[in-house]
């Protein structure tokens, strides 16, 4: 996988569905739709979720503590995200996503070991591209999950299929 591409793609499907987020009422956004759901119970719990990881991953542990979260104070834990406006959301997504993709310009290094946890020497190692990928694979994950939740609500959500953002190709010419 190309996670600079892919990242492309990322950031276009995000967009589009925060527009189409932004046209529905914050009592949708906030309502809790996955019962018994102890951490994450909205679409704002999980919006909030998807940046608190992509923050963490790529710009506390990868790049040595270059998160922005403390901008942004809340419980990453427990989000409870209906406490803050789905602004507050986008915004604190909008300076990550503008951070990674800064940093994935500079074409950093992508088989360069990362260790998972930064205080300890001993910590198990991935290369930056697998904690790239973790990242990326876990937005899908949850924007799947938004998609349902949307559905829920009895909206049809936007079409964030890849081959929606990549321009095909013509077939090659058979001789």
């Known amino acids: 996988m190309n996670v600079r591409e892919y990242y492309t793609y990322l950031s276009g499907a995000r967009e589009e569905l925060q527009n189409f987020l932004r046209a529905l009422p914050e009592a949708e956004l906030n309502r809790p739709l996955i019962e018994g759901g102890d951490r994450f119970r909205s679409i704002k ?3 909030l979720h998807v ?7 790529i ?3 990868a790049r040595g503590g270059q998160g922005v979260s403390s901008r942004y ?4 834990v427990r989000p409870q995200a209906e406490g803050y406006a789905l602004s507050w959301i986008l915004q604190y997504g909008s300076e990550v996503q503008e951070r990674t993709r800064a940093f994935l310009a500079t ?3 992508l088989e ?3 260790a998972l946890i930064q205080d300890d020497p001993g910590s198990e190692t991935v290369t930056l591209d697998a904690l790239l990928c973790h990242v990326l694979t876990h937005e899908v994950r949850h924007t799947a999950q938004i998609a349902l939740l949307i559905r829920m609500l009895g909206h049809t959500p936007p079409w964030l299929d890849f081959l929606r953002f990549v321009r095909p190709q013509p077939a090659p010419a058979q001789g």
């Open 45 to 47: 719990d999980l919006l």
């Open 51 to 57: 940046v608190d990881v992509e923050d963490h991953w």
């Open 59 to 61: 710009h506390d542990v």
């Open 73 to 76: 104070p809340h419980d990453w």
């Open 107 to 109: 074409e950093p290094d």
């Open 112 to 114: 360069r070991r990362v």
